[in-house]
């Protein structure tokens, strides 16, 4: 019986001396994953949106949409990791990133129609919301007579 009481100190002294080792290792290995950012570029006609799919020789992290737009009807999203390009604040489209459904959805919502909001689910498991940006002229509405 003496034998088995002494044993649960030298465990518990085992067991600390395992987790001090383990625990510098952990952090040495451990490494931040890129971060990654959705780019939505603008497409006048099927011939610009299909040779930007062609060019990207099947890469997952290239979609192409239609849009609402007349004068982008298509836009191409591409996938790019944070710092490595530098995205204009000024292009026709904005492609904002979410981690759930609820966030996206949420945020889908709020965005005015004349924006012509898209809602998707990216390749990556993200949800992507793309609109037009802000500063795009909006569409020309017609003064109709009421009779």
Not at 112 to 122: C, F, G, R, V
């Given at each position: 019986?003496?034998?088995?009481?002494?044993?649960?100190?030298?465990?518990?002294?085992?067991?600390?001396?395992?987790?001090a080792v383990a625990l510098p290792l952990a952090a040495q290995t451990a490494e931040s994953q890129p971060r990654?950012?959705?780019?939505?570029?603008?497409?006048?006609t099927w011939?610009?949106?299909?040779?930007?799919?062609?060019?990207?020789?099947?890469?997952?992290?290239i979609i192409i949409l239609p849009t609402k737009s007349a004068l982008h009807p298509w836009v191409v999203l591409k996938r790019m990791e944070i710092g490595v390009v530098d995205i204009p604040d000024d292009g026709p489209f904005l492609a904002e990133c979410f981690g759930t459904m609820g966030e996206a959805s949420a945020r889908f919502s709020s965005i005015?129609?004349?924006?012509?909001?898209?809602?998707?689910?990216?390749t990556d498991g993200g949800m992507i919301v793309i609109c037009l940006h802000d500063t795009q002229p909006q569409a020309k509405k017609r003064a109709v007579r009421s009779p």
């Open positions: 019986m003496a034998e088995i009481t002494s044993m649960k100190p030298l465990n518990g002294l085992i067991f600390a001396a395992l987790l990654f950012k959705w780019i939505a570029t603008p497409c006048d011939g610009c949106a299909i040779a930007a799919m062609a060019q990207s020789n099947g890469d997952p992290n005015d129609s004349e924006k012509m909001p898209i809602l998707i689910t990216a």
